[in-house]
């Protein structure tokens, strides 16, 4: 126990200072004030023709005020004597201010000593030694003090739940803002301390309600901290209500509107705030230019990031840092490297993220010799590289796709010493891998100290990329051996290298491996399941995973129709396609190309035909130049050339190469060259020539 109930002092803690003790020799002539002057090196200083007799409380208590904002220790120190030896020692009011002078100066000990001989203490006494123990980080000795109080206010459950979040001990504070609930009430302080700490949708609809029943939900700055959660857990139509409710907007509430569209991807909604904000005579600040040109990034939209920029002129905010780096991310997006350019040289004092932005801008444009240039111009101007500069490097040189190029900057990555660390480590994998250069992707593997799940994937799918399967599987029973967890992308891996080696004993194993996660019933996992079955040739598996598959995606469906079609059950794949209509999954473009693929090889061309204007008729999928082509091939196959004929006539786009040569060959299958109708042939012959020769 920290304290007792009892107000008594504690026998084995003895008086900070004695009121019987003599403390100076003479009686002090003190008259105590602040001098606001830093160089002054103490706040105590004697006023002539004043005595301590005369010198009354509120003095002192002006006094020791001016102690805590300086954080002047040795000066309360010399209040403090001179408190007690005027007689002071119990006066409350002044032994509450001691404290907490005492608390801002870090002087713990001093502060209890004075808390534990104060005979008669008041709600606000343990409060402030409360607020006390936080300000001198003796969180234990706060919960201690709290568990004690007679009374609780307010104030003193604010105290300790703020507490509990600056140490980090969000469950704590929980539980004391759920005990605050059934002692009284919160208050606009608790909920903007407890907001922070919701960790999904239920528990802020919680708070959210409690607020509501407070009155409080209208609040700006309540509505602000609202917005910005259900921002993050993804609730926009939560967060468009209460902006739309509160009646008083701020430039935070805007910010955080424009903040919440552009993380879920919505650039033109956070862009239609800009109008009504200015309309409502908010000023812009950095946040929220920040927020409009990264909205202006992910919609990808070059009018209005140009028009946002003028905004930023116009309103002085060029050459500042923050927004001067958002405009060369987002000129890197639209691929304008020389806008890109402009803004950082516009930009006053530029850090290392300013140049980490131009280069992934270069990267953007897979200007690799630009970016090595880049780097060499950091380097003389000051700004070693980081991690992430690099990562740019590597895939300006993937996107250049060239080997020499991302052995060059591996090299600059050598020179300048840096240890090649988890982060980095992958991307160069990933850059050896896609180059197909699987000697130089081993070395580094080997090379790195920590190597984590997407390190073992990148060399898993690089093994496969470079029709390696056989390693790619060795590497994944080394992952297994090093106590590595696979995740979903490592057994898409894996299940490709089986399905490149066609051997169906292999390929159940790895089911069976996969059915140990629980990771069967994915819909991901079982189309590539179905893949992998389909080229081992084994339909009865594809129907097994099928049937374990219990919610199924459109890709998931086209997966096991085109499985069906592929090994000439047409009639089949014609089956699951209706299964799929009756079960609510809308086909897509490629759901259109498989059942027309699985018409033509059954042979059923009238049937091929009506599933072409059902899907593109009732589905709104409007159909490409492949769509027409199987179409041709289905007509053709059955030796309906002149359907095919009609249909090239009706066709929005000119016929391509393929068109033709479908034609052509049907044509010459169906129709007798040594008849009247080799003149048809020939005349098709010499259209494919001149479309080829153009």
């Known amino acids: 126990m920290l304290v007792s109930h009892c107000s008594s002092p504690l026998p084995c803690s003895p008086p900070l200072f004695d009121s019987q003790a003599s403390v100076f020799n003479r009686q002090p002539s003190l008259a105590l004030r602040y001098r606001t002057d830093e160089q002054h090196s103490g706040i105590l200083r004697e006023r002539n023709g004043q005595h301590a007799s005369r010198y009354d409380i509120q003095a002192y208590l002006s006094s020791l005020r001016e102690c805590s904002k300086a954080r002047a220790l040795a000066?309360?120190?010399?209040?403090?004597?001179?408190?007690?030896?005027?007689?002071?020692?119990?006066?409350?009011?002044l032994a509450n201010t001691l404290i907490q002078m005492y608390g801002k100066c870090g002087a713990f000990t001093h502060a209890l000593d004075v808390f534990t001989h104060l005979l008669e203490k008041n709600v606000y006494t343990w409060t402030i030694m409360l607020s006390a123990c936080v300000d001198c980080g003796k969180i234990i000795d706060a919960f201690d003090i709290f568990e004690q109080m007679p009374e609780r206010d307010i104030v003193g459950w604010n105290i300790i739940i703020l507490a509990c979040v600056q140490h980090g001990l969000s469950s704590q504070a929980k539980k004391y803002y759920q005990s605050l609930l059934q002692e009284g009430t919160p208050n606009k302080i608790t909920f903007l301390h407890i907001l922070p700490l919701c960790d999904d949708r239920e528990q802020l609809n919680d708070i959210h309600g409690q607020i509501a029943k407070t009155g409080l939900d209208c609040d700006t700055i309540i509505a602000n901290s609202l917005l910005n959660m259900y921002g993050k857990y993804d609730n926009l139509k939560k967060a468009e209500q209460i902006f739309k409710r509160v009646p008083q907007h701020d430039l935070c509430t805007w910010?955080?509107?424009?903040?919440?569209?552009?993380?879920?991807?919505?650039g033109k909604n956070a862009l239609d705030l800009f109008v009504p904000m200015q309309e409502g005579e908010i000023i812009p600040d950095t946040i929220t230019y920040v927020g409009l040109i990264d909205a202006c990034g992910v919609c990808l939209d070059l009018c209005s990031g140009t028009n946002m920029h003028k905004h930023v002129v116009a309103d002085g905010f060029e050459a500042n840092l923050i927004v001067g780096t958002a405009l060369i991310s987002m000129y890197g997006k639209f691929k304008s490297l020389d806008a890109a350019k402009r803004s950082f040289n516009k930009i006053s004092q530029r850090d290392l993220i300013a140049w980490n932005a131009l280069m992934d801008a270069y990267a953007q444009q897979g200007q690799c010799d630009g970016a090595c240039q880049l780097l060499t111009h950091m380097q003389s101007e000051g700004f070693p590289p980081n991690t992430i500069t690099l990562i740019s490097l590597l895939s300006s040189c993937l996107s250049a796709g060239g080997l020499d190029t991302g052995k060059q900057a591996h090299t600059y990555i050598q020179l300048f010493g840096l240890e090649i660390d988890v982060t980095l480590g992958n991307s160069l994998l990933n850059m050896y891998g896609k180059c197909g250069s699987l000697n130089e992707a081993f070395m580094v593997f080997s090379q790195m100290v920590k190597r984590d799940v997407i390190s073992w994937n990148t060399m898993i799918n690089a093994c496969t990329h470079c029709g390696q399967e056989k390693m790619a599987l060795e590497l994944f029973q080394d992952m297994m051996q090093?106590?590595?967890?696979?995740?979903?992308?490592?057994?898409?891996?894996v299940i490709e290298a089986c399905a490149s080696q066609a051997i169906l004993e292999e390929a159940k194993h790895m089911h069976s491996y996969i059915k140990r996660f629980g990771l069967v019933k994915d819909a991901m996992i079982g189309s590539a399941l179905i893949k992998m079955y389909n080229k081992c040739g084994s339909l009865d598996d594809v129907q097994r995973v099928s049937d374990e598959t219990p919610v199924k995606d459109v890709i998931l469906w086209n997966t096991i129709i085109s499985a069906y079609a592929q090994h000439g059950h047409g009639e089949r794949a014609l089956q699951i396609f209706e299964q799929m209509k009756i079960h609510g999954v809308r086909p897509n473009e490629s759901t259109l190309s498989i059942v027309l693929s699985a018409c033509s090889h059954a042979g059923l061309a009238s049937r091929g035909g009506q599933y072409f204007l059902e899907i593109t008729e009732d589905y709104g999928i409007v159909p490409r130049m492949d769509h027409f082509n199987f179409l041709i091939d289905l007509f053709g196959r059955s030796g309906q050339i002149l359907d095919v004929e009609n249909l090239i006539e009706c066709m929005p786009d000119e016929p391509n190469a393929t068109s033709w040569m479908t034609l052509l060959s049907a044509c010459r299958k169906h129709l007798d060259t040594h008849s009247e109708n080799c003149r048809e042939v020939h005349h098709y012959e010499n259209l494919y020539v001149t479309y080829v020769q153009r």
């Open 75 to 93: 000066d309360g120190e010399l209040l403090h004597r001179s408190i007690v030896d005027n007689g002071f020692g119990q006066d409350r009011l």
């Open 482 to 493: 090093e106590g590595i967890t696979p995740d979903r992308i490592t057994l898409l891996g």
């Open 255 to 266: 910010n955080t509107m424009i903040s919440a569209y552009v993380q879920h991807g919505q």
